[in-house]
């Protein structure tokens, strides 16, 4: 009998160690997901989760993490006190196991709380290992590629703790392969299907058939939205992973989960899509969508189209709206896009009820001008920016009602009475007017009475007070009497506390000055006109911001701004810009050459629900900025100021001495059959007679005066310029 030998006993393999790296405030959902796909002893750290497991685990993370950026396969790990240690540790990896002297490889070195503090260094080191063990024992090295290598090293040294892995990844997995162009500061893809995740939509999708993101960029929002619905794995339109160059690499296996994930994928289509729409104010945003759209396969699935904020209404009952709206990284966009959350939380509580609100934002302090209730709140990073998710369905936000003035008479034979009794009078004549016609902001006293040197303004529940400089013949002591008189009158007749007055002196302005700042706290208020919101700040200049003698012409300019570009000169806070821009623009140039009114203009823009690229803000000197331009514009509005004193030109600006090259100079950048809209508030203006002559010129100044400055004719002159068309039965066949 022969005995047997005794079967020697396998070793049991060693589970392999794997890191996911990810945004900060994605650990949990990476952690979800390796779990899911059979990783053991898995735990989170900042930024990254470890596991350890089969191979299997790693290709299915890499093939259908959401969340992850890079999967990491480690290889050794040591400790790591100066980069001598890190030379010897590297050269006892036989790396020949993993990739042959005709692969190219680089190095990646993260670094945190480390003993050693230069990553580049300890990169070099690493290399240097690897290149020199190759050399001593085939006699040739690898070449080094830092943009595309076959097989990408990663280096993570946690103070005196490394760890040395291959990136089974190679290309960060936010790269999913179907962003073909973007807008500027695309969403990566990862943290994009983190947004859609985390919003709760997934969950509610057959109460709320509808994703609709009104601000989409790329739409990498609605596309990552699309595939989760799909069950389709993120890395199927990749070409390439960081383990297609490895020695190891398990082809059959990559094979078959490739497979696997294609017939779950046909399996997984719905059979009733949701709506997926997205919508962007850029037309070369759009058509980039649409490209990501079509390389995802989701031509079908998802629709863009080129839509403002304002344009913007509900597709349906029920759904959720879901967007990344601009940060306003730099202070001056960061008051535009104040008012442009203002918009949008006001859109969405106005026109979206039974929907869901999704906002993610750098800015959550500037997201509670949307006045949302948010009930659920994400932190998270995009790149270094901290941001916040946040997820709600209820606003606060709602509309004043109009004050109802109701003034008060004064006791018979009290000081102002005068005055009392004509505001008690201008409120019969102006008020139920304004009514009738949703006025809201009109002059109310204009200098009625010669004693009483002001003009009152009412703005909604506030009241504007400007007091006109008493000429040189009355005396100061006795102006002051009578205005402080008057103060008390409207105080006592409008019962309003001092916080709803606000008083200006106003004088004949020379120059600039009447643009010159007053002392004050900056606020801005928000009043309504024709539909459309404007900024005031009553304090610090003299003028408001919105001229309401200019009423009747910003609802000329929309009525004639209807699929025309649009132009406006001399262009202050943007009220004509905004006005032309609901009417229906097709796109507006506002040109002024104060930053801090322009500043204003784009704020106007965006409270109304308009930006991007097709609104276009240029700080410019207006007459050198025509020279210099060679668009032409539909619709050309022109306000220019009475006198300034232009100091960057070395020149003064007289309207009276200078409009005729100025009037020529717009005209040659108006359109055929375009409209320039020329006003004045130059009381003593004469329109120089060579230019009717030249164009075709009709005086609107009585159309354009409204109601309440109809006792003041001389209050500004408007005209409307056109060129001359030559009549076709004036054309003779040449012979």
């Given at each position: ?113 480390a003993a050693i503090t230069h990553s580049q ?89 509808i994703l609709l993101d009104p601000m989409c ?519």
């Amino acid at each position: 009998m022969h005995r047997l030998r005794p079967t020697a006993r396998k070793k049991k393999k060693q589970p392999l160690q794997f890191t996911a790296t990810c945004g900060s405030g994605l650990e949990d959902l990476v952690c979800e997901e390796i779990t899911a796909f059979g990783g053991l002893d898995v735990e989170t750290r900042p930024g990254a989760v470890r596991w350890s497991g089969n191979l299997e685990s790693g290709y299915r993370a890499c093939l259908w993490s959401r969340f992850a950026s890079r999967i990491l396969l480690e290889l050794t790990r040591f400790d790591a006190p100066d980069p001598d240690a890190l030379y010897a540790h590297a050269g006892s990896v036989l790396w020949d196991n993993h990739f042959t002297v005709k692969s190219t490889f680089a190095v990646h070195t993260t670094l945190v709380n480390a003993a050693i503090t230069h990553s580049q260094y300890a990169s070099l080191r690493i290399k240097d290992a690897v290149v020199d063990q190759f050399r001593k024992r085939f006699g040739k090295r690898p070449d080094i590629d830092a943009l595309h290598p076959d097989i990408r090293l990663n280096l993570h040294i946690q103070g005196t703790g490394a760890s040395l892995s291959i990136d089974l990844s190679g290309e960060s997995l936010h790269r999913r392969g179907y962003r073909t162009g973007s807008g500027e500061a695309p969403l990566k893809e990862t943290l994009a299907a983190a947004i859609v995740r985390l919003s709760g939509w997934l969950d509610r999708v057959a109460d709320e058939p509808i994703l609709l993101d009104p601000m989409c960029g790329g739409a990498t929002l609605l596309i990552e939205a699309a595939l989760m619905l799909s069950d389709s794995a993120p890395g199927l339109l990749r070409k390439t992973f960081g383990f297609m160059g490895w020695n190891k690499h398990d082809h059959q296996l990559w094979e078959r989960l490739v497979a696997e994930a294609l017939d779950r994928e046909s399996r997984g289509l719905p059979e009733i899509w949701p709506q997926l729409i997205g919508f962007d104010a850029d037309p070369k945003v759009v058509a980039a969508a649409r490209k990501n759209v079509i390389a995802a396969g989701l031509r079908d699935i998802i629709v863009v189209k080129q839509r403002q904020l304002a344009q913007l209404q509900s597709p349906g009952v029920h759904g959720c709206l879901l967007t990344n709206p601009p940060y306003g990284e730099r202070l001056s966009e960061k008051e535009a896009v104040k008012y442009l959350y203002r918009n949008l939380g006001r859109t969405f509580q106005n026109r979206f009820p039974g929907w869901s609100l999704g906002f993610f934002t750098a800015n959550p302090d500037l997201a509670e001008m949307t006045g949302m209730e948010w009930q659920n709140r994400y932190r998270l990073f995009n790149g270094p920016l901290k941001c916040q998710l946040l997820v709600g369905k209820k606003g606060h936000l709602k509309d004043r009602q109009p004050p109802s003035w109701t003034p008060t008479p004064l006791p018979s034979g009290s000081p102002g009475e005068d005055l009392a009794n004509r505001l008690i009078k201008n409120c019969g004549l102006f008020l139920p007017w304004a009514e009738s016609e949703g006025i809201t902001c009109l002059r109310l006293y204009d200098a009625d009475i010669p004693e009483f040197n002001l003009a009152i303004d009412l703005y909604e529940e506030w009241i504007h007070v400007q007091e006109y400089a008493p000429p040189a013949t009355v005396d100061a002591t006795r102006a002051e009497q009578r205005f402080n008189l008057a103060l008390q009158v409207i105080r006592t007749v409008f019962d309003v506390p001092h916080s709803r007055i606000f008083i200006k002196t106003r004088q004949k302005q020379k120059g600039t000055q009447q643009y010159q700042k007053k002392p004050g706290q900056g606020t801005l208020y928000e009043v309504r006109e024709g539909g459309l919101r404007f900024l005031v700040n009553f304090t610090d200049y003299l003028d408001t911001g919105l001229f309401l003698d200019h009423r009747n012409t910003r609802a000329r300019l929309r009525q004639i701004a209807q699929g025309k570009t649009f132009l406006n000169l001399f262009a202050y806070t943007g009220s004509a810009t905004v006005y032309a821009a609901m009417g229906g623009a097709t796109s507006t140039t506002t040109v002024d050459v104060s930053a801090t009114y322009l500043a204003r203009a784009q704020a106007n823009l965006a409270l109304n629900g308009f930006g991007g690229p097709l609104h276009q803000i240029i700080e410019a000197d207006c007459l050198d900025w025509l020279k210099r331009t060679s668009d032409r514009f539909g619709v050309i509005f022109l306000d220019p100021p009475t006198f300034s004193n232009a100091r960057h030109r070395n020149q003064t600006f007289d309207i009276q001495q200078d409009h005729p090259a100025l009037l020529r100079q717009a005209m040659q950048r108006l359109a055929k059959a375009g409209i320039l809209i020329f006003s004045t508030n130059f009381r003593k203006f004469k329109l120089d007679d060579s230019l009717k002559q030249q164009f075709d010129i009709r005086e609107i100044s009585e159309e354009t005066i409204p109601f309440d400055f109809a006792r003041n004719h001389r209050i500004h002159r408007c005209w409307e310029f056109r060129h001359h068309l030559i009549p076709t039965d004036n054309l003779q066949e040449p012979f």
